[in-house]
């Protein structure tokens, strides 16, 4: 199975080797996973999602501790369930809701500070339509998910993860930034561009790593964890285009 580039599906994920005192991992069809099932599991995580992420947006900016604490409490709650391999409903329908939290005030952040009123709605329908646009794609067989690939959009992903980390050390420390990369300006765009390039691609790796495991017979439990990886891929890929869409109504004022 060649490696997902979505740390919440690695490759032991689907191994029934790393449920050995798994007791409902059996032979039964209908303990099976699925992909209608995880379809609809991932539908009630962008239900709760949207519906706390407009709540805070709607109380903001009294409500600007909650995005603070959804930004906060979803990284703790997605290392948890990184670390653990945890598919626990309730954790990661907790992770959803926190996530809304934050989704919420960086959207209102966005529509109201930055005056880009209906950006929200744009880089939500925007994302969707990658959503399907690669779902598309990927069952028609135009994309071949093959080990070159998944070594390529890893180590972009982890390129990309490395530069956001240092710069949010230069931010908080004063020491350096990266302007031209987080600017309005065409080398800002075409970063952003690129970025939301590797989110869709990931999204591929993630519809290919689930229909492996659907193939492989991974018990039905299984779907929380496939739900959960499709949603920090769908929540990283629409923050993107949030800042995409950004810096391009920057640029024309």
């Not at 005056?115 to 598309?136: C, E, N, R, S």
């Not at 982890?158 to 908080?172: H, R």
């Not at 765009?189 to 495991?213: K, M, P, Y």
Request: glycine share 10%; with cysteine; net charge neutral.
């Amino acid at each position: 199975m060649y490696r997902s580039g979505n740390p919440a599906l690695n490759d032991s994920t689907f191994e029934k080797s790393a449920y050995t005192d798994a007791p409902w991992w059996g032979g039964h069809e209908s303990n099976m996973m699925t992909i209608e099932g995880v379809s609809e599991k991932t539908g009630l995580l962008l239900l709760i999602t949207t519906s706390t992420a407009l709540a805070t947006a709607f109380s903001m900016p009294e409500a600007a501790p909650l995005a603070f604490l959804g930004a906060l409490g979803s990284f703790i709650v997605a290392m948890i369930v990184f670390i653990s391999g945890s598919m626990n409903p309730i954790l990661i329908c907790t992770y959803a809701a926190l996530q809304g939290l934050f989704i919420g005030g960086m959207t209102w952040y966005f529509e109201i500070q930055l005056a880009l009123p209906g950006i929200g709605l744009l880089a939500a329908f925007l994302t969707f339509l990658i959503l399907g646009g690669m779902i598309t794609i990927y069952r028609a067989g135009l994309i071949s998910w093959d080990r070159n690939m998944a070594i390529a959009v890893t180590s972009a992903v982890f390129a990309i993860f490395m530069i956001y980390m240092v710069s949010i050390v230069g931010a908080i420390t004063g020491w350096f930034h990266f302007p031209y990369i987080h600017g309005a300006g065409p080398l800002g765009i075409a970063f952003s561009l690129f970025v939301v390039g590797i989110g869709a691609l990931c999204l591929v790796a993630d519809f290919d790593f689930i229909e492996r495991g659907v193939q492989r017979g991974a018990p039905k439990q299984l779907e929380w964890r496939a739900a959960f990886g499709l949603m920090v891929t769908l929540i990283w890929l629409y923050l993107e285009i949030l800042k995409l869409l950004a810096k391009i109504a920057v640029s024309r004022r």
